[in-house]
């Protein structure tokens, strides 16, 4: 997360980095994924929530299409709209 702010309506959003990947959706197709590498999802996926939830924030609709996957192994979590 790069910000967050209201718009002049009122409405809350967050500013979240350009993210050139693959969704898990995508990721977990045969072939493109390893037992490791599952694990290591995983975990990425377990420290992201929880960091969100230290700063109040509940993602609310958590999917495979949710999280990116960059080439270099780095997830984003993404689509914050239930937030």
Not at 3 to 13: E, L
Not at 15 to 25: D, F, Q, R, Y
Not at 40 to 57: F, T
Not at 64 to 71: F, I, S, T
Request: with cysteine.
């Amino acid at each position: 997360m790069r910000g967050w702010g209201r718009t002049p309506q009122g409405a809350k959003f967050v500013v979240m980095e350009w993210t050139n990947g693959i969704t898990l959706w995508q990721w977990r197709q045969p072939g493109r994924r390893s037992l490791k590498g599952v694990i290591d999802c995983g975990l990425i996926i377990c420290r992201a929530m929880a960091a969100a939830h230290q700063v109040g924030i509940i993602h609310g609709d958590l999917t495979p299409n949710d999280l990116l996957r960059e080439k270099a192994n780095r997830y984003v979590l993404t689509h914050f709209g239930f937030s």
